[in-house]
């Protein structure tokens, strides 16, 4: 077959085009769980939409085969969002070509593509209604865009810093419904919040003009200065709660304008903020991801947030992700290192739905005799064996003192994997426990090795 290959290769005789071959994309295993609010649940109560790389992942809970990609990015996800009808899926991209993309989520299509930004989105928010999407720039762009979603055409814009350089760096952005005027009637402008680093601002936007009457005013908060991470409005639209980067909530009174209270909640910073509706008594329960892990249940009510006895709990990684589902009973949860669970509102029992590693893969391999299962090891120091059948890991090894691993192989019921300081590590392919480590095999590290199909050779 070589010999004549070759042959074919050096003549000119001419013929039909080589038939080209194309592999269908199976399933993904794979969250950007590193993003905030970008784990979300679709009203339909069946989906959930997440990032993965540079592409859009809508994927059915109750079947792991089911998965749809949506892909038009050419760099990393750096924002996403859902629409409250769920019609509409946005999400924006870092780099140069700092596109947001509107996609249709019942056709899973291409819908709107806004070029207007530069160097990478920071946040982005649909209005209640499903009217307007916002857009927000990272802090070299500088600039927030309000697109009409019935045209795709621009409906306002503005600079939220003033400064040169900007330093006022908006991370998070949300709609709080219509303005209301003094008799607490809606008026037909929509509000809109900001946050970021050491700022704390509220918009009012005249959609028929894109005008602002309210453009920016900064929330009194009487010295109390944070880097806010997330916000979130009330049901009612009066209070505006943010998280920190220190770890507390601050709740804001929207019609005053200013700081009403400040609790400490959680350790490593606040990443993600779940606020519900209230109930007839007037408490909105809220739910707060920190993170080192924690998930912490407090309720709202008379202008104070109080704790909730057994209210905390812990997962793996920081919680970077809060989202309600349709019926309100439970939310959806992503965390820093890529694990998602479903979590029960009412008791805060929650149940694992997927684990990823949480960097880059650096090597896969198959067992010498069967093809129902395979293996991974990545940056993130953790070796994995996975089932073919519903993606769920069978097992997991970690070792967080030997830099990265580089390449991995079956040998019976055995995993080998080189790593980066030298060492061959054996790890149990039913367990995940390490067995032994040899030492100074290779003085630039192991990079590739690979057992002989009698298992006896290394």
């Not at 008799?183 to 919040?193: F, G, I, L």
């Not at 779940?274 to 080192?292: F, H, I, R, S, Y």
């Amino acid at each position: 077959i070589g010999a004549k290959f070759f042959e074919m290769a050096g003549s000119e005789r001419e013929g039909p085009p080589p038939m080209e071959t194309s592999m269908e994309l199976e399933h993904a295993i794979g969250f950007g769980g590193s993003l905030r609010g970008c784990l979300l649940f679709h009203p339909n109560g069946r989906d959930i939409v997440y990032p993965a790389g540079g592409c859009v992942v809508v994927s059915d809970l109750s079947d792991p085969h089911n998965q749809v990609f949506l892909r038009g990015h050419d760099d990393f996800l750096s924002a996403m969002t859902l629409s409250s009808s769920g019609r509409f899926i946005a999400s924006g991209q870092t780099g140069e070509n700092a596109d947001v993309i509107v996609w249709d989520y019942e056709e899973k299509r291409l819908l709107y593509r806004m070029q207007s930004h530069d160097a990478g989105i920071a946040a982005l928010a649909f209005s209640h209604d499903d009217k307007l999407l916002l857009s927000v720039g990272v802090a070299a762009d500088n600039r927030i865009f309000v697109w009409d979603m019935a045209s795709g055409l621009m409906n306002a814009q503005a600079t939220p810093s003033t400064e040169r350089p900007p330093v006022a760096c908006v991370t998070c952005a949300a709609f709080g419904g219509f303005f209301k005027d003094i008799k607490r009637r809606d008026t037909a402008n929509y509000m809109v919040a900001t946050a970021g680093k050491r700022s704390i601002r509220l918009w009012s936007l005249d959609p028929m003009t894109g005008q602002w009457p309210v453009m920016g005013e900064s929330l009194v908060a009487h010295g109390h200065v944070r880097d806010y991470t997330c916000i979130a409005f009330s049901g009612d639209r009066q209070w505006l709660f943010a998280g920190s980067s220190t770890g507390d909530v601050s709740m804001f009174q929207i019609k005053g304008r200013s700081l009403a209270v400040s609790k400490q909640c959680v350790q490593g910073g606040v990443d993600s903020l779940l606020v519900m509706e209230a109930d007839a008594q007037g408490q909105a329960t809220m739910l707060v991801g920190g993170g080192t892990g924690t998930i912490a249940k407090l309720l709202c009510h008379d202008m104070q947030i109080h704790d909730v006895r057994n209210g905390q709990v812990q997962v793996q990684g920081g919680v970077t992700s809060l989202n309600l589902s349709p019926d309100r009973t439970e939310a959806i949860v992503g965390t820093g290192q890529a694990y998602m669970y479903r979590l029960r509102i009412s008791d805060l029992k929650h149940i694992l739905v997927s684990e990823n590693h949480s960097a880059p893969v650096t090597a896969v391999t198959f067992p010498h005799d069967s093809s129902d299962r395979f293996a991974t090891c990545a940056e993130d120091g953790s070796v994995r064996v996975w089932d073919l059948s519903d993606y769920a890991v069978l097992c997991k090894g970690v070792c967080k003192d030997g830099g990265t691993p580089l390449c991995i192989d079956f040998a019976m019921e055995c995993l080998l994997t080189g790593w980066s300081d030298g060492r061959i590590r054996c790890f149990d392919a039913e367990t995940g426990e390490m067995l032994w480590s040899m030492s100074d095999v290779h003085r630039g590290g192991v990079t590739a090795l690979k057992v002989s199909h009698n298992q006896r050779f290394l």
